[in-house]
Structure formats: C-alpha cells, structure tokens
C-alpha cells in the first residue's frame, strides 16, 4: 500500500474512477455543456475569422502568413485543450474554495489535497473538445504548408506540447493559489487567461520586455508559439529550454500551492 | 483516543473599515489588525469509545478546536493528539481515523446522490468490498434513502442533507467522529432523526464522539460527558449527571390544602429554610421554593410546611443543563469573532 | 422614495467596500490590462511595418481606437452575471425578493461603486500611463462630448447584458459556460479587438445593429470622430434603443423567472 507502485496504482484507479463520475456528472447538466462545448467552438471560429479580418489588408506579420499563423493558432489551441481537461478544477480554487472555506473537504481525505481537488473534473470533455478542435484547425493549416513530418520531428514536438500544458497549468496553479493569501484570486485569472488568449502571436512582433516577460515570467510563448515555431522553422534554443522552463515553473507552483495550503491552516478555514 | 494540551489559537482579521467614504477610502491604504484569542490554553482528553460534549456559547472556540483536531488549523501553541497522531502529521492516516463534519460546509459531492458519494468514499477510503456493501445497506435503511437515493444531494432538504454528511463522515468506519454543531438549523424531529443516527452507528461500533454544540438536546439526547469552554478556555470538565448536580440552585414546587395566608406561608417558610432562598406563591394553594441545594431540598420543605397545612403533592424537577451552563459562563460575554 | 434612496445608498456602500476589500486583486487586473494592451498593440505595430494605413486607420488613430476600446472593455466586466447566478444557485433570490428594493436593482446598484473602483484604479492609471508610452491621435472637444454619454449607456447596455446572463441561472445550474460564450461574443463583436472599418461590408453592418458594437465601437469611434452627424445620432439611437430594449428584457425575465419559481414551490 506504502510503496510507491502501489501508491501510483491506488491513484491510477481512482482518477479512472472519478473521471467516470465527472462524465456521469456531466450527463446531468448535459445543457451546460453543450453551451460550454459551443462557446468554445465558436471562440475557435471567431479568432481565425479575427486573422482572415487582418490578412485581408497584410500578407505577412512579421514575416507569418495566413496559414502559420493559423497553424499557431491551432496549436494554441491543442496545448490549452490538454490542460483544461485536467485542471479545470483550479478555477474553483481561485473563485470560492479559500474565500468559502470549502477547501476543508479536500483535507479530510486520505489522498493527495490536489488530486482529490483536480479529480473533480478529471477528462474534461469541454478541454478534449478543444484539443480536438486545435488538431483539426493543424490539419486544416498543414494543408497549405509544406512541413515536415519524420518521427523524430513529431516525437519532439509532442514533449513540447507537454511542456506547454505544464506551463499552463503550473500559471493556473499559481494563480488560483494567489486565493490563499487574496482570499479570491478569478479576476486574476481570468485577466491572465485573456492574455494567454493574446499571446497566439508570433514572439517575433513585440518588444523585448514582453518576450522576456512571454518566455521567462508567464512563458504563455511556450504554450503556442514555440511548438509552432519547431513544426514550421525548426530547433531554437527556446526549443530546448521549453521542458526545462515547464518543468521548473511546475515544481514552483507545486511548492505554492503547499505553502498556501500550509497559510490556509494557519488563518484558519 | 482525543488529547489536547494547551491549545491555543490567536486569529489576526483586519480591522473593520470606518463607516462612511473617507473610512472606505483610507481602509485602501491601512492594514490594521485586530487579534482574536480564541482559544487560550484548552486542554482536555476524551476516553476511547466516550462520547462527549464540547460545550460553549458562540466564538468560544468550539468551532476552533475542532478544525484543529480535525488537522485542517494549525494551533497557535500546543499539541493534540487523535487515535494516537498529531493530526498534521500523516494527512492521510489521520483522515482514515476520523469522520467529520463542518456544520454547513458540506463534504458530499454536491451534484451527486446520496448514494453515487458513498461509492466513491468507500474507494477513497480503500474500504474492502464487503464492508462498503454492509455500510452501504446501513445507511440506506438509516437514512431511509429510498425516494432521495437518485437525487442530487444540492436538491435535499437541510435535514436530508445533514444526515447525509454524517453518514458520509461515518461511512469509513472511522474511530473519532467530530461533528461541529450537526443539527443547527434543524426543527426537533429532524434532530431526533440526526441524534438516533449518530447514536445507533457510533454506540455499536464504539466510536469515539465529540461534538460541539450549543444545544442543550443534542448533548443529553447523544452524550455522556461533557467538556465546557468559555472565552477560550475549559471551564469544566465531568460526566454529565455530576454537572447536573452541580446546579446552583434548586427548585421545589409544593402544592397544599389548608386555608392559610398565601404572604404569610411564604414568609414562614422563608424564614425556617435560611436567607437566600425564595419563595413565590403560584397560584392557588401552590408554592415555588428556590434557592442553593444544600437549603433547598423536599425534606427540608417539608419540615418546614409539616403542621400548618397538609401538603397534597411535592416536585423537586431535575435542574435543566442550560441553569447549569448559564452558571458555569463566569465571565461576561462580549461579542466575539467565531469562525 | 426616500426610502428607495437610502436602501440604494447602503447597497452601494456596501458594494463599495467589498470592491476595496479585492484590491489586490484590482492592482493585477490593472497590471494585465496593460499588458494585454502592449501585446495588441504589438501586434498591430508589425501589421504597420509594410504600410502606413489601413481602411483609413493609421498607425496613431489605431493606437488610439485599441487603448479607448480596451479600457472601455475593462467597465464591461462588473461581476454582475456572477453574483446573481450565485444567489440564484443558492437560492437566495428568494431573501432577495423580500428586501424592499427590486431584486434586480439591487445586483445593479453593485456594481456602480465596482465600477467606480476600476475607473478610479484602473482605467486612470493605465490612461496616464498609455498618453505617456504612445503616440496617440487626440481627440477633438466634439469627440470627448459624445464619447461620455456614449461609454454610460456603453456601460449601462454592460450591467443589463450580465443580468441577463446572470439569470439564466434559473434554467442552467452553471452559468459558466453561458458567461464565457458572452465575453467570446462581446470580445469579437463588440469591435474591441479590431476596428468595424477592416470588416467586410456585409459582416460590418450586421454587427452595427447588434449590441455588442453598442458596448466598445460606437464610443470609440464617436470619440476618433469617425462617426459624426446623422451618423453620429444614428450610432446613439441604436444605443438607446438596446438599453430600453435590455431593461424590458431584463424585466420580462425576472418575471418569467418567478412565475418559473411559483410553479416549482420556489
């Protein structure tokens, strides 16, 4: 039960367990979600119309065409969709679990406070619909471009699409634990998360202090531009630095959220 | 099974903004705080397999103690122990020993039924098949959960729903049951309904109880031992009905036949009891007699009556818990912050 | 009446404090208000690198249009839609309907010091900033005189729109998903991310006679003095008409609402 294999299987089936759950859950507010799923498809529409709208008077920004820029955006949208089927939850966090008390349930359980708090939204269909819609605006994109494609291309391209999701959801992390010490921390969040919205811009066209601030503080660069970047120009050194980048920002939001845990059985529930 | 010793907890809130704008506006620049000792020093231990009260009026740290025992608040100072654990120090050990529940904050999954919590409860708690389907099977017919098993539990009336948070709080079998202030919000038989549960589950499987309340109903109908706290400290600690016989006073009520004054008898019996005793006529032929127990007793009424009328009943009530409290919360009661 | 006024005056005291007690909170929006607005503006200053004007916009004029929509934008987010569908989900429009004041007022009156907050912390601050970082077209006395009742009803069509949303609480039990398909359309529609001027023909007036376009592009092009005239009184017309139609909508759902709550015993 103690060793970690055991421990990882104990965990394995419980999030199969409660991914159920969600999806049972779901089926109830089955309303909701189609709303949920149209809103986010025509968000889709509506940022690629956005491009077409600007391309009608330019050929090129900053040296990306209409399809590139699409193909960003389609792989903004892939890595965002991945991340928002695991960690939907944290918004929850963010919005009313600290400034409620709510929390308190998540630390009566004999699991992990996180897992059980992401559990509750684990699978997300709205986010696996989104990634599902990013791979198909891709393919529409990749239509029109000459790319290629061996293995090896693609196997580093998925580890980067990983780095991105963790990049987001290590931003979300530390967002929605900012609540812990602001009591509620959705404005936040949903400021950050408009201007992830943004940053499905080519990292070429702004000023250095928002690249820095676009790879190095809030590395939303990482969640788009640069797998866009790699499948369309090849190996930078972004590429390389992006699993570090995530990795690290990763381990920091973790460290966080223990320390916000941590505050919040101190102040008291 | 539960020990605490020396708990103490100081809370810091910002200080309330000054009325009016100017206030508002310089409430954007300060950052007073106010403390608040909500706990100061409480110690206390409950027996395996006792059920006890902790008693107090609102914000005398009941609520407090509880979050510490239960491991979600860090005391300021002090130590407790629960089934033999600090509670922080393995989260997921000391969640399998105990079951709580949080007055209103629910821990049920709250778009679930009843029943769909259960399920998932007993894979949290990794409990073996046959246990969570005997539990199952208990609390189905406890709860009575037949028409509301299939209905989110958001949907549930309050005392549906408090109900269901004490068998999810109970489903795991845990040893140490603490339940903050289960039944407020309830009418009587709702809180008979919440009492019997707590009492069948936890009497048969010798779990260890303790609740906080201020309602009187729910300590006799589920304790036997109580702990009373004021202004964050243990007032008093003892069984049950040792704190009943603690009562300050005593009361006699005496009814008679016989033509005598009324102002008269009361002053006669007045006078053969001793001084701080009271006596009130009630009515036709009946007085009430009032005053410190070793005084005020059926004997000593009688005595004092035998030869100036015939006495035709005599009632001596047990003291209620709520005379015993109300004596025992010394001092003065400013408005305190609970949380 | 005066009752009605001192009931109102406390509400907002009320939302007053609530709006500081998030301050923190306020300082970040603020913070990535401008940096939503440097990346835009980014955006668009390499869509300028191959030509000095596009549909008549040049490189100030568009600085110009992005900060005063963007800003505006900021005063569309009032918290309304979120309060209301809470106390809905937790059925707290019933105490709600006991006060003596209308139930929806009172969400509405909320948000005016919430409001009053981001103009005073927000929108100031980043306006001050912004006239020092960037080269903008200023606008002319006749432009600020109709931008100001243009960007109150903007804000007030902001307030009916969330009500709206927010009592769609009464036929979904998140409002979530409602809530993110309205800041989606508002974000396109309302012309806050691209001018109306670079749209299709067809596309463009279809939008000038929705009300998102009511809510960010005619302020902010009555403010650029690209509307003026008839146009210009055209443009308000159609503001005026959506927020007399928004508040009879808003009405008519309350009150479907409650017949809703007779039938299901509240």
């Known amino acids: ?269 | 099974m539960i020990e605490a010793h020396e708990l103490t907890k100081v809370f810091r809130m910002r200080a309330d903004t000054r009325p009016g704008l100017w206030g508002a506006v310089r409430g954007l620049f300060s950052a007073e705080t106010t403390e608040v000792r909500a706990l100061d020093g409480v110690s206390f231990t409950v027996p395996a397999g006792e059920r006890t009260a902790y008693l107090g009026v609102n914000g005398a740290g009941k609520s407090t103690t509880i979050k510490i025992l239960a491991g979600v608040l860090t005391p300021g100072s002090g130590h407790c122990r629960v089934d033999g654990r600090e509670p922080r120090a393995d989260r997921n050990a000391h969640a399998r020993a105990i079951g709580v529940v949080f007055g209103h904050r629910t821990q049920l999954w709250w778009d679930l039924p009843v029943t769909e919590s259960f399920r998932i409860l007993a894979r949290l708690h990794d409990l073996p098949p046959a246990l969570a389907e005997a539990n199952r099977l208990l609390f189905d017919e406890l709860l009575d959960l037949g028409e509301i098993a299939d209905r989110p539990v958001r949907t549930l009336s309050l005392g549906q729903r408090m109900r269901a948070e004490i068998a999810a709080a109970l489903f795991h079998a845990p040893r140490v049951l603490l339940l903050d202030e289960p039944t407020i919000g309830l009418d009587l038989l709702l809180k008979d309904a919440v009492h019997e549960l707590v009492n069948r589950v936890a009497r048969e499987r010798g779990t260890t109880v303790l609740l906080t309340s201020h309602d009187v109903a729910d300590i006799s109908a589920i304790c036997e031992r109580v702990v009373v706290v004021d202004a964050g400290r243990v007032v008093h600690t003892g069984y049950l009905h040792e704190l009943l016989r603690r009562a300050p006073t005593r009361t006699v009520r005496l009814e008679y036949a016989g033509d005598v004054d009324p102002a008269a008898f009361a002053h006669h019996i007045r006078l053969e009891l001793g001084d701080p005793v009271t006596v009130t006529p009630a009515g036709r032929r009946r007085v009430t007699v009032q005053g410190p127990p070793e005084l005020v007793t059926p004997q000593r009424v009688l005595a004092a009556v035998t030869g100036l009328v015939a006495v035709t009943d005599l009632v001596a009530p047990e003291p209620t818990l709520g005379e015993v409290l109300r004596a025992l919360y010394v001092a003065p009661q400013p408005a305190r912050g609970g949380r | 009446m005066r009752v009605l006024a001192r009931g109102y005056g406390a509400l907002l005291g009320a939302g007053w404090r609530t709006a500081l007690t998030y301050r923190g909170a306020l300082l970040l929006t603020a913070l990535t208000t401008a940096f939503s607005l440097v990346i835009q503006l980014a955006v668009w200053q390499a869509v300028y690198a191959n030509q000095r004007e596009i549909a008549d916009y040049d490189v100030s004029t568009m600085t110009t249009y992005l900060l005063a929509g963007n800003l505006l934008a900021v005063l569309l987010s009032n918290r309304v839609d979120d309060t209301l569908a809470g106390d809905i989900y937790r059925g707290d429009h019933i105490t709600g309907m006991l006060r003596p004041i209308g139930f929806l007022g009172t969400h509405a009156a909320v948000a005016l010091p919430y409001l009053a907050v981001r103009l005073l912390l927000v929108v100031a601050p980043l306006l001050v900033c912004a006239a020092g970082a960037f080269t903008l077209a200023a606008p002319g006395l006749a432009g600020l005189a109709w931008f100001v009742p243009a960007a109150l009803l903007a804000t007030t069509l902001g307030i009916l729109l969330n009500l709206l949303v927010g009592l769609v609480g009464f036929v979904t039990t998140s409002t979530w998903g409602v809530r993110y398909l309205k800041g989606t359309v508002v974000a396109f529609c309302s012309g806050q991310l691209v001018p109306l001027e670079l749209m299709p023909d067809a596309t463009r007036r279809v939008l000038e006679c929705l009300p998102f376009t009511a809510m960010v592009a005619t302020p902010v092009r009555l403010l650029i003095g690209r509307l003026e005239g008839t146009a210009a009184w055209q443009a308000v017309g159609v503001q005026l008409l959506w927020t007399a139609l928004g508040l009879l909508a808003c009405g008519a759902a309350w009150r479907a609402a409650l017949r809703r709550g007779e039938v299901n015993g509240g």
Do not use: N
């Open chain 1, 1 to 269: 039960m103690t060793t970690p294999r055991g421990t990882l299987r104990r965990y394995a089936g419980l999030a199969v367990l409660l991914t159920g759950v969600g999806l049972r859950r779901l089926v109830s507010y089955r309303s909701d979600f189609l709303v949920g799923v149209g809103a986010f498809a025509l968000r889709v529409v509506l940022h690629a119309l956005l491009l077409g709208v600007i391309y009608r008077h330019v050929t090129d920004i900053a040296g990306w065409t209409f399809r590139e820029a699409v193909l960003l955006l389609g792989v903004a949208m892939l890595v965002r969709g991945i991340d928002h089927a695991f960690t939907d939850q944290l918004w929850e966090l963010g919005r009313k679990l600290v400034q409620r008390g709510e929390l308190v349930r998540y630390l009566v359980r004999p699991v992990h406070p996180l897992f059980s708090l992401l559990s509750e939204r684990f699978c997300y269909p709205e986010g696996i619909g989104e990634a599902v819609a990013g791979l198909a605006v891709i393919g529409y994109a990749a239509g029109g471009l000459d790319l290629d494609l061996d293995p090896a291309r693609l196997v580093v391209f998925a580890v980067l699409l990983l780095a991105g999701a963790l990049v987001f959801a290590a931003v979300k992390l530390l967002l929605a634990a900012l609540a812990f010490w602001t009591t509620t921390s959705l404005q936040v969040m949903t400021a950050v998360y408009e201007l992830a919205d943004t940053a499905r811009y080519p990292l070429d066209v702004f000023p250095w202090p928002a690249r820095l601030l676009l790879t190095g503080v809030l590395p939303f660069a990482l969640t788009g531009f640069v797998p866009a970047d790699y499948l369309l120009h090849g190996p930078s050194l972004l590429t390389w630095l992006a699993p570090l980048i995530g990795g690290a920002l990763t381990a920091l939001a973790l460290r966080v959220w223990s320390l916000g845990v941590r505050r919040f059985e101190a102040v008291g529930p």
